[in-house]
């Protein structure tokens, strides 16, 4: 009687959390407008339907994966460059669309008075993000 609810707590536990984190992710997407601005900038509005399916199957197979413990045949160089890949893409429009709708890089080279230094800075962003998950990734964690 007590092991069964004990699966049952953990079943709830856990359906919970996967509730909370899923409508966390669909906010953050709906909010920042991303599947509309990413057909906007691929010029593809019309395809639209498959970036949401692409998401949607997406989190169906990794969550498949993770509760069947699938295990993915592959040099783990191969397997973690493009998965690397994939997820830095994803990071960077989300951050893309973050910066985008606080109109934050604006706002602050407005007030700092860096406005014919726009792309400067914004370059200077992405590099300092991109040699810093470098750093953190082949230096930091090692």
Partial sequence: MIKAA????IAVLG??????VGSGLVALLIVFDLIPRLAQLARAFRLSIWFETAIICGSLYWTFADFMD???RLPPSVFLS??????????GMLA??????MNVLPILAKRLGLSAYMIGLVMAMVIGKTVGSLFDWLVFQW
Avoid: P, R
């Avoid at 359906?15 to 909370?20: C, N, P």
């Avoid at 998965?83 to 994803?90: A, I, R």
């Fill in 6 to 9: 004990e699966h049952l707590f």
């Fill in 15 to 20: 359906l919970a959390g996967g509730l909370a």
């Fill in 70 to 72: 699938w295990k993915l």
């Fill in 82 to 91: 493009g998965s690397g890949l994939l997820d830095g893409m994803f990071v």
């Fill in 96 to 101: 893309a669309a973050l910066t985008e709708v």
